[in-house]
């Protein structure tokens, strides 16, 4: 079997060999933010995916590029969100926008060292390219290349412990019924609402106290860390609110009341952080991890 091919170890070291680019992702994605709303081209998607990793990425010890991988990969969730809801018409788009998600997950499983790495935010990102490369399957039965991602990245979430996520709609009394074969771009824009961002922190933690140095430094590392599951939890969640907006439905309220408390949690964290209360920001940020893995939990991750 194929997916018996696959491993953890496998897939660290597949993302091990990369190229540098002429363009490098912080441009790339810099521009797409400025169009929000405006739907991408299938080449300006592709270079993302491919400088996701160009720069400092590999170089040296894992440790020294954790908080860069992890802030790039929040980033570029946040524009692949964005501009996910505009694509459902063309398959070109949402081929390459799967891509993205699949090298957004490789970038943070990057070094190798399972110490440095972020593998239930790579799960999630994951998780996200297999409903997208769902959907186009649906709509493509008989292509093989999408069929052939579709075996690929369910070998890779399965190697991380995943479960293969479905598009599903809950309709009143709890029944699950099968999705339709595609979602109109009508029905996208209505359910699609403005993408979660979590901010990097700005505090300077050379200018912290030697004594709470660590203590914030420590604190730094987890938001980031949080944030990158957070948004692929929030994700993953969109994609529900899209599939039952299709059928007229709304997600369920135990689903919605997750998610403000998350969103509330991250802002009063990232507040926490920059004004250097950082005991406090970690109590807010364990609270937001405990909320982040419920609902990944409930929405089958």
Known sequence: MLLAKWSLCAILASVGAVSAFAQDADSLLAQLEQRRGQRPTVGEVDAVSRSLMAGPILAGDPSSSYGFRLRRAARTLAVLNVYRGLAASDPALQFALASAYSS??????AGGDPRFIDSRGALLSYQNAFLVLSQLANQNPNDPRVRGELIGI???IRALGGTLPVWFSVPVGGNRESAPSGISEPALRAAKQAPVQFDA?????SKVAEGLRFTCEDAIDRYLVVASSAQGALSVLDSLRVSLAA???????DYVAAESRLLERMKSALAQLNSGSCAEAADSIRVAEAVAQKLSKELGN
Do not use: I, M, W
Not at 104 to 109: A, F, N, R
Not at 201 to 205: I, M, Q, R, V
């Open 104 to 109: 957004v997950g490789s970038l943070q499983l």
């Open 154 to 156: 369910g070998a890779r």
């Open 201 to 205: 922190p700005t505090l300077d933690t």
């Open 247 to 253: 059928r007229g439905l709304t997600p369920r309220g």
